[in-house]
Nanobody
């Protein structure tokens, strides 16, 4: 079992930055592929970014490429999402998720553990 707790969300203005954190506890964190997803009101949960267990490979969805960066610190059992140049369309609840196969996947249905989510609101 893995427990995930997100933090760092908030209300910001367009163009601002935020850094989300996801603290993991339970089983060996370093074996998991980690992802960030988001869900806006009335929409499905969408992939934002993911990172392999070693941190050597990362993936970012097209809408956030060049603005968001995922990273992880296995010594701290934490994964981060640095969000720069935020836009109103980035407004959503952001979720951290863990996939125990270790292989990348962009479909939320292939993740085994989820955090409770943290709200990010970007005003124009």
């Amino acid at each position: 079992q893995v427990q995930l707790v997100e933090s760092g969300g908030g209300l910001v203005q367009a163009g601002d930055s935020l850094r989300l954190s996801c603290a993991a506890s339970g089983r060996t964190f370093s074996n998991y592929f980690m992802g960030w997803f988001r869900q806006a009101p009335g929409k499905g949960r969408e992939f934002v970014a993911g990172i392999t267990w070693s941190g050597s490979s990362s993936f970012h969805a097209d809408p956030v490429k060049g603005r968001f960066t995922i990273s992880r610190d296995n010594a701290k059992n934490t994964v981060y999402l640095q969000m720069n140049s935020l836009k109103p369309e980035d407004t959503a609840v952001y979720y951290c998720a863990a996939r125990n196969s270790g292989a990348p996947h962009f479909n939320p249905g292939f993740y085994n553990y989820w955090g409770q989510g943290t709200q990010v609101t970007v005003s124009s």
